[in-house]
Nanobody, 120 residues
Framework: QVQLVESGGGLVHPGGSLRLSCAASEFTFRSNVWSWYRQAPGKERELVAAITRGVGSTNYADSVKGRFTISRDKNTVYLQMNGLKPEDTAVYYC???????????????WGQGTQVTVSS
């Protein structure tokens, strides 16, 4: 079973930066789409950013455009968060949609979540 392990969350002041990482445990896993979601207390989970395999097309929520950058490297996806705002406070989850050799059926895997708190 593929495990996604997240790290990099924490407490930061408004305007600060954090870099989240999410690594897949299996070298046979190939992610077609890496995504970051977040869920704030009392709110529904929302897509923050996504990046595809190959060309590496990216998509961002309007609320984070220009501040967050998603990137990938082999079995790891990153989320560089700059200019953090209090409204960015949430639990951030990474998601990988892909296949595990030799299977060809895609499956979603989720990280355990990492808390990001932006507060003065």
């Amino acid at each position: 079973q593929v495990q996604l392990v997240e790290s990099g969350g924490g407490l930061v002041h408004p305007g600060g930066s954090l870099r989240l990482s999410c690594a897949a445990s299996e070298f046979t896993f190939r992610s077609n789409v890496w995504s970051w979601y977040r869920q704030a207390p009392g709110k529904e989970r929302e897509l923050v950013a996504a990046i595809t395999r190959g060309v590496g097309s990216t998509n961002y929520a309007d609320s984070v455009k220009g501040r967050f950058t998603i990137s990938r490297d082999k079995n790891t996806v990153y989320l560089q968060m700059n200019g953090l705002k209090p409204e960015d406070t949430a639990v951030y989850y990474c998601n990988a949609r892909g296949t595990t050799w030799p299977l060809t059926v895609e499956h979603d895997y989720w990280g355990q979540g990492t808390q990001v708190t932006v507060s003065s």
